[in-house]
């Protein structure tokens, strides 16, 4: 999983944790079935999608978009707090972790609600504008490889609704944003990015140090 608390003392983050409504059991077990994982980091964190789930129920999301669905964490968290004709739109490209994930959605009772797409996701987010989904949905989360982040992005803000939501996660790469000594591609383009979407006049963004960071933008 994410680093939970990677910018906060891990003594304060379980005093958070501890007066939270606590996890279901459901996302209990995939957290721990992804810990086990050898890319265990692809998870989003627990505080991450417990704070997106508290953000889905606020604004009453309906219709939610998910660019990397790795075991379903997250999808299963949305899911579960999306009333019975809400929508979720996960894209991924390993039929190896979505299996995982179709086993806890359907464990969940929540899998009617989900559409996998396994192929690349800027295919399916390109198809998805053709077939008329622009404006959209309510909600949607980028935490897929970051290379594409910022194609990630502009396709979103084509299919998210005005006053939707735009989420990024990772945006410290676990801890590797804040370290000039390890300069890497993904590095370079998430810094870059980081920097760049402040001034982006089509959203309202805020950076908070949930996770391993995350962006939220409303489509203004």
């Known amino acids: 999983m994410s680093a939970d608390g990677l910018l906060l003392h891990p003594a304060a983050f379980q005093y958070f944790a501890g007066i939270t409504t606590p996890e279901p059991e459901i996302l209990q077990e995939i957290r721990q079935y992804s810990t ?9 964190a627990q505080s991450t999608t417990a704070f ?9 999301v309906r219709h ?16 579960m707090t999306l009333p019975e004709n809400g929508q979720v739109v996960a894209c991924d490209i390993s039929v190896t972790h979505t299996n995982a994930a179709y086993h806890f959605w359907h464990k969940a009772g929540v899998e009617k609600k ?18 008329g989904y622009e404006n959209f949905f309510d909600l949607a989360l980028i935490d897929a490889d970051k290379l594409p982040t910022e ?3 502009e396709a979103c803000f084509c299919l998210v609704r005005q006053g939707g939501m735009i989420a990024i996660d990772n945006i410290t790469l676990c801890g ?4 000039e000594n390890k300069d890497t591609p ?5 810094n870059a990015l ?3 979407i402040v001034n982006d006049t089509r959203f309202h963004a805020i950076s908070l140090p949930i996770g391993d960071g995350l962006t939220l933008l409303i489509k203004k």
């Open 36 to 44: 086990q994982h050898r890319m265990a980091d692809m998870a989003a």
């Open 52 to 60: 997106l789930v508290w953000l889905a129920q606020l604004t009453c």
């Open 64 to 79: 939610y978009l998910e660019i990397g669905v790795f075991t379903g964490y997250s999808s299963t968290a949305i899911a």
């Open 114 to 131: 989900i559409a996998l797409y396994l192929q690349p996701a800027l295919i399916t987010l390109e198809q998805l504008i053709e077939q």
């Open 151 to 153: 194609h990630y992005v």
């Open 176 to 179: 590797k944003i804040l370290s």
């Open 186 to 190: 993904s590095r370079t383009v998430m």
């Open 194 to 196: 980081n920097h760049k």
